[in-house]
């Protein structure tokens, strides 16, 4: 078969199945180990027979079994650079991007190319941890995790990418309390889908509940971080939280209980809903 003929192969056994037609070309371009723009120039070249094998594989565990195009493929690009992704992590999201990008253009504001000491809650893959580490060298970065086997992966994904970030094993903000160390920035995009909406099945069957459900409204775990965060964060600080984009006010609500005299703001993302809220401390 030709690329044209495969790339139409998938597309109709994504139609058919209800699945995203943009993921056909990424397990085509994944598959063939060519960019967009290659496959465009190579449309009507004949494809050997294992890579054809390979993909219509792919293309069957994606349409058929349900299985997320980033699992078959086991990486994903965040933020320019390529993760190593599983069953164990949450796959990052377009919006966390939005998130390290708000959290570099705060450093660059509140602290104006000083050395700081950042703190990742609940890193999973490592994602923004390691593209803070990467993208400002004046941040030193430690990262928080409950899952061990999640932690087995971000620390992969720094070795691979050349990061220097500081892992430790436990819930949210406990072996951080138990160094004893502070920060400067906390980061962190906790699990807040509320226990009762809907998740669609291609995330609820293939990606770590642990690092989705966020309890009955889904605040659970922003009120735990809000409520302890005094214990490791320096006077003056910051805390940036990615959320859900109806849950601004229950957020306001916790800051206004746990950081009464902090001035705080929530930014909208590229679809113009509230995403990312960061709180100033002084």
Not at 153 to 162: E, Y
Not at 179 to 200: A, T, W
Not at 233 to 261: C, D, T, V
Request: hydrophobic share 40%.
């Amino acid at each position: 078969m030709t690329v044209r003929e495969l790339l139409e192969y998938g597309t109709r056994k994504a139609q058919e199945f209800n699945k995203e037609e943009s993921a056909i070309r990424l397990l085509l371009m994944h598959f063939l180990q060519k960019e967009s723009y290659e496959l465009i120039m190579m449309m009507n070249e004949e494809v050997d027979k294992d890579k054809e094998e390979a993909f219509k594989k792919g293309v069957e565990l994606y349409v058929e079994k349900g299985i997320p195009v980033q699992h078959i493929m086991g990486y994903v690009y965040f933020y320019g650079y390529k993760f190593l992704v599983g069953k164990d992590v949450l796959i990052p999201r377009f919006e966390t991007e939005e998130l390290v990008a708000n959290v570099l253009m705060a450093y660059d504001d509140y602290f104006d190319d000083q050395e700081v000491e950042v703190v990742d809650i609940g890193t999973g893959s490592g994602a923004i941890a390691i593209s803070l580490a990467l993208e400002e060298p004046n941040m030193r970065v430690t990262a928080t995790d409950i899952s061990e086997k999640a932690l087995d992966v971000a620390r992969q994904n720094a070795v691979n990418l050349g990061a220097n970030v500081n892992f430790y094993l436990g819930d949210l903000l406990e072996p951080l309390i138990t160094l004893g160390k502070k920060y400067d920035i906390l980061v962190s995009n906790p699990p807040y889908i509320p226990e009762d909406e809907y998740v669609e099945d291609l995330v609820k069957n293939n990606e770590p509940h642990l690092a989705l459900y966020g309890g009955k409204d889904g605040m659970l775990y922003y009120e735990r971080i809000l409520k302890d965060a005094h214990l490791v964060l320096k006077k003056r600080s910051i805390i940036a939280f990615e959320h859900g984009w109806n849950q601004r006010e229950k957020l306001e609500k916790l800051i206004n209980r746990y950081f009464p005299n902090s001035q705080y703001e929530t930014i909208k993302d590229i679809n113009g809903k509230d995403r990312i809220t960061i709180i100033y401390n002084e």
